[in-house]
């Protein structure tokens, strides 16, 4: 079974920046096979959809409060993708996850995922 495993929370300060990294493990398992989301689960609310990358090419897909403050990007020589945090706000804080549904590339009508890790956390301090 394809376990998902997230890294790189921690505390920034406003404006600061952070880098998530996610990785699967289990047998036969790659992250290159998939497409790759991001969301983020602040206190009380619900999953909020970040951005996505499609399996190949490239393709990148993000929601609103990520678009132009957040990269996600896909290193396929050591099978990770990342989410690069800029420009943090105290709105940010959240327990961020990465997750996928196994399919190729991101519905860009929506957030399409099944599975997803445990979670790293991301606290901003004014």
């Known amino acids: 079974q394809v376990q998902l495993v997230e890294s790189g929370g921690g505390e920034a300060q406003p404006g600061g920046s952070l880098r998530l990294s996610c990785v699967a493990s289990?047998?036969?398992?790659?992250?290159?096979?998939?497409?790759v989301t991001w969301f983020g689960q602040a206190p009380g609310k619900e999953g909020e959809g970040l951005a996505c990358?499609?399996?190949?090419?490239?393709?990148?897909f993000y929601g609103d409060s990520a678009r132009g403050r957040f990269t996600i990007s896909r290193d396929t020589a050591v099978n990770k993708v990342y989410l690069q945090l800029t420009g943090l706000t105290v709105d940010d804080t959240a327990i961020y996850y990465c997750?996928?549904?196994?399919?190729?590339?991101?519905?860009?009508?929506?957030?399409?995922?099944?599975?997803w890790g445990q979670g790293t956390q991301v606290t901003v301090i004014s």
């Open positions: 289990g047998p036969g398992t790659g992250l290159y096979f998939y497409a």
């Open positions: 990358i499609d399996q190949e090419g490239g393709g990148t």
């Open positions: 997750a996928t549904d196994f399919g190729r590339k991101c519905d860009r009508t929506g957030w399409s995922y099944d599975t």
